[in-house]
């Protein structure tokens, strides 16, 4: 049967017996009695117990950054008020061009009621603005020239379905005690992209300056103005 290697205190020395006719197997000559340990075999180890230690260590992980990057924060949000911006403008330039071009209508007298025709098409009414006085009966009269339309107003509780090339009428009695002021005629059928913005004003009496006509001058001025001192915070960050 095979010996058992001897424990060894240090290299070359044994305890409890003889190391002679035991070859080391690392490095040596058979039978020397003085095994050695090759420097590169030591490097080796030395290596590898490095890299189980580190692999051990707990690894540092960065820690998360609370900044919030306003820059791209930023270019979202006037992305999506541009895009805002141009879809009202189509429309708005839509209604402005093939529109009444801002001419108040007062219709026509029929057996003692004010009569409108109006004509309804992507993305206006022709005309888009209406006179009317309180306690007057009106008759409205709107036809579709392409598409399914709506033409409601909600002050007055009526709200019309309009089909291409069909003309409709419907009659309301406008309140005598009803306030004068401007009251929005809209389309409640979805119509395409400019849906949103196809709208009229009715008045009624003799109301003051309607101030939403100048929203959108504000909006332009208040967007160049948050573009302005973005601009201006971002130079002194530098």
Known sequence: ??????????LGETVG???????????GTPGDGSPKVSFAVLRIFAMRLQSSEEEKRPQEVPPK?????????FLIAVTVLLI????????????????????????VLVDSVREFRIQAQQWYYNPAILKANPGEKVRFVVTSQDIMHGFAINELGFNMQLSPGEQMAHEVDI?????????????SIFCGIG????KGTLLIGNP???????????????????FIGFS?????TR
């Open 17 to 27: 017996g003889s190391t002679q006719g035991l070859g080391s197997p690392l490095e």
């Open 175 to 187: 309140p005598a005690d009803m306030a004068e002021g401007y009251y929005t005629m809209y389309c």
């Open 208 to 226: 003051g300056v309607e101030m939403s006509k100048f929203l959108p001058y504000f909006a332009t001025l208040g967007l160049a103005g948050v």
């Open 1 to 10: 049967p095979p010996q058992a290697f001897p424990f060894t205190h240090t």
């Open 65 to 73: 950054s609370g900044r919030f990057y306003v820059g791209p924060a």
């Open 195 to 198: 849906h949103p913005y196809m």
């Open 84 to 107: 805002t911006l141009f879809t009202v403008g189509i429309a708005y330039g839509v209604q402005t061009s093939a529109g009444s071009r801002g001419e108040v209508s007062e219709g």
């Open 232 to 236: 201006a915070i971002k130079r002194r």
